[in-house]
Nanobody
Framework: QVQLVESGGGLVQAGGSLRLSCAAS????????MDWYRQAPGKQRELVATITSGSNTNYADSVKGRFTISRDNAKNTMYLQMNSLKPEDTAVYYC?????????????WGQGTQVTVSS
């Protein structure tokens, strides 16, 4: 079994910064792509950023230039550095990882961490 645990959410004023972490644990061979999603109240879950196992990255237009995704493969941990936060960034942030086991590959989700940006 694989677990993803997010941390680092909280309440911040507009213009501030937060750093989210997503740590993977369990028995597996490799973590492939990792992603950050977010879901605001009354809205669909949306993809925020993606990072491949080789650390290639991609971002939603709404966060380009403000958010930075990174990962530490030795620690099986992914990060999201969020700067210049806006009230519209308020959402529950989820991490997702595509995980390779010995005879399987599947996606796992974290439990989510709340980010609230006040104006």
């Amino acid at each position: 079994q694989v677990q993803l645990v997010e941390s680092g959410g909280g309440l911040v004023q507009a213009g501030g910064s937060l750093r989210l972490s997503c740590a993977a644990s369990g028995s597996f061979l490799k973590i492939n792509d990792m992603d950050w999603y977010r879901q605001a109240p009354g809205k669909q879950r949306e993809l925020v950023a993606t990072i491949t196992s080789g650390s290639n990255t991609n971002y939603a237009d709404s966060v380009k230039g403000r958010f930075t995704i990174s990962r530490d493969n030795a620690k099986n941990t992914m990060y999201l550095q969020m700067n210049s936060l806006k009230p519209e960034d308020t959402a529950v942030y989820y991490c997702n990882a595509n995980v390779l086991g010995r005879l399987w590959v599947r996606d796992y989700w974290g439990q989510g961490t709340q980010v609230t940006v006040s104006s």
